[in-house]
């Protein structure tokens, strides 16, 4: 096998599906894409309808927190994809770009073309949207952007209809603009099914590019550094180690994943690395800190008078963002999300009542 690489990938989840497939479109550029899962196999991943049933199984890392000082100790699960597409083949295929405003920070950071500006013909160039013409979409690009219309639950209609009642603002979807308001979700759904970053960008004939290796079951231990300069990636693939090296290195191993890499390589707070008896090369205080997510589901479950029909899509149908100072506000970056969920649906693990049983909480 090849040991040299001019960019060698690490993580072919969401992130790094996309950069090699486009780094390879240049047929002189020899691109490797290590990932420590495998090709998926279990069609449950395919079902827009199976994804809160998909975690714990064995292409999940299964990750667990330490005890949550603001979720009274909680030690919570953390689902994140062991496989070709990553967490793009356990999440819930809400597509969501963000207010334009979420952006600023990554402009002020890295410069304009880090603004939302900046980015809107990465995200045009990306996306294959149908429902509407717009200059801001994008019509032709590999991965889906479905927005429902017939299948929306009569639920997330009422859900919809009330918050409209309140003075809340109608969307005609999350991604033409303003985030504030009500609309059924954007979904990455292709012929009914869920379409991974992976489906998307690695399909057969990209995957099949004489200058792209795909290395599955491949897990990056730590980084090869010759002075200042990573020259390469410890790994080991069926208990055998080995060394891959490259001109760059591109880390899309994920939020816990790279900084992990980082860490291990003695790139990372010099404190913490002497705690783990790990020389430290470069004292980088923000690498393993500074992580933000929310909480999978916290929720109310409602009983009806009558029978629902189940979801059609993927039971998860509408987030509502919304400024919790006022929620009638329709312009800027909200705060809060609500999501109206077409299934019981209450709390930690996804654990919740059967349909249709009337339950006292
Ligand atoms: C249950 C769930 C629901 C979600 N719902 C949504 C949603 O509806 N909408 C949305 O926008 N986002 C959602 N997300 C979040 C979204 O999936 C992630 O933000 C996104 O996939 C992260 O992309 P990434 O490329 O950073 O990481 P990932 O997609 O996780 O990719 C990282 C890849 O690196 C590999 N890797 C890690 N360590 C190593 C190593 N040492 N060696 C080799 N390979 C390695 C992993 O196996 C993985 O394939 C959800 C996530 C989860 C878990």
Known sequence: ?????DVLVVGAGSAGSVIASRLSEDRSCQVGLIEAGMMPSDPDIADPLKWTVLQGRTY???YRTVPQPFTANRVHEWPRGKIVGGSSCLHAMAYVRGHPDDFEPWAAAGGERWSFSGLLPGFVRSEAFTAFDAPSRGRSGPLDIYLPDTEVSPVVRAYMAAGQAMGIPV???????????????????RAGKRLSVADAYLPPEVIERPNLALLT???VEHLVLKGQR???VAVVCDGESMTISADRIVLCAGA????????R????????LKQAGIRCLADRRDVGRNLQDHLLVLGNVYSTKKPL???RLQHSESLMYLHGSDPTRSTGSPDIVLACVVAPSAAEGLSAPPYGRLSRF
Not at 175 to 187: K, M, Q, V
Not at 256 to 263: A, E, G, N, T, V
Request: no cysteine; proline share 8%; hydrophobic share 35%.
């Open 171 to 189: 969307l005609t979807d999350h991604n033409s603009g303003e985030l504030a308001g009500t609309s059924p979700n954007s979904l990455n759904i």
């Open 230 to 232: 990573a020259t390469g």
């Open 265 to 272: 390589s003695g790139i990372g707070d010099a404190d913490t």
């Open 217 to 219: 079951a491949h897990e």
């Open 60 to 62: 999940d890392w299964a």
């Open 256 to 263: 816990l994943s790279s900084p992990l890499i980082l860490m």
């Open 1 to 5: 096998m090849k040991r040299h690489f």
């Open 309 to 311: 029909p189940p979801s």
